[in-house]
């Protein structure tokens, strides 16, 4: 049985920043490429960042490039979101899940599977 569970979020001023931690087990961590995606309200669900099952290929949606870092610890199978500079916009609800390609096509909400309960980030003007 999959189980993903992220933590970390929390209310924090523009500016500011956050790390994400997301544990999973019941699936093949070390070779799957994972993904931080996020929710806010009244939209859909769409990919942030996502990272191969190396670390060596990452991809980052435009308006997080340079303040958002994603990472990987595969052997305590555990994925990260470092978030700095963060803007009001970024409020929204943060899944992990397993997504087949750290790329533009499949870094999408389309594409994940394997979801967690998410975490809620909430960034104050």
């Known amino acids: 049985q999959v189980e993903v569970v992220e933590s970390g979020g929390g209310l924090v001023q523009a500016g500011g920043s956050l790390r994400l931690s997301c544990t999973a087990s019941?699936?093949?961590?070390?070779?799957?490429?994972m993904g931080w995606f996020r929710q806010a309200p009244g939209k859909e669900r769409d990919g942030v960042a996502c990272?191969?099952?190396?670390?060596?290929?990452?991809y980052y949606i435009d308006s997080v490039k340079g303040r958002f870092t994603i990472s990987r610890d595969n052997a305590k199978k555990t994925l990260y979101l470092e978030m700095n500079s963060l803007k009001p916009e970024d409020t929204a609800e943060y899944y992990c899940?397993?997504?087949?390609?750290?790329?533009?096509?499949?870094?999408?909400?389309?594409?994940?599977?394997?979801w967690g309960q998410g975490t809620q980030v909430t960034v104050s003007s």
């Open positions: 899940a397993t997504t087949p390609a750290a790329n533009d096509e499949y870094c999408s909400g389309s594409w994940a599977r394997n």
């Open positions: 019941g699936l093949n961590f070390e070779v799957a490429t």
């Open positions: 990272i191969n099952w190396s670390g060596m290929k990452v």
